[in-house]
């Protein structure tokens, strides 16, 4: 240890350089924390009445993006997969399932994926899509 000129031991700690990298790494965090919660995008239907979807523990959205992909929230799967998947966050959990699909999807896909769905042990399966817009 460093002694002072006197022979006693220094007894304080430099927490400058503490700080500088506590503020570096709180930058980076809050950078990259909005890449990392943006959703899947999706080109949903439009229709007139559109209700608001339930609070994310009470839920899973099942979504199928225009190239056929599957995500359960944010993560893929695939389809020989999803029943297996559905049946462990959805059936066994007691949520409720909505279902996005893009429009360019289709319609064999989407009922497909509800025929997997409805083998699963879901009997209530919700449709998501926006309002329509007012000319």
């Known amino acids: 240890m460093m002694t002072g000129g006197s022979g006693k031991f220094l007894g304080e700690v430099n927490v400058t350089p503490f700080v500088d990298v506590m503020l570096v790494l709180l930058i980076i965090f809050m950078v990259t924390a909005p890449m990392m919660t943006q959703g ?18 009470e839920s899973v959205v099942l979504t199928i993006k225009a190239d056929g992909s599957l995500y359960l929230d944010k993560y893929q799967v695939e389809l020989g997969d999803l029943e297996g998947q559905v049946r462990q966050l959805v059936s066994a959990q007691k949520k409720q399932l909505f279902l996005r699909a893009d429009k360019a999807v289709p319609y064999g896909t989407v009922v497909a994926v509800m025929g997997v769905v409805k083998a699963a042990g879901v009997d209530r399966l919700g449709v998501v899509a926006e309002e329509e817009k007012k000319s």
């Open 40 to 57: 899947l995008q999706v080109d949903l239907p439009q229709t007139r009445a559109v209700s608001v979807l339930p609070k994310e523990n």
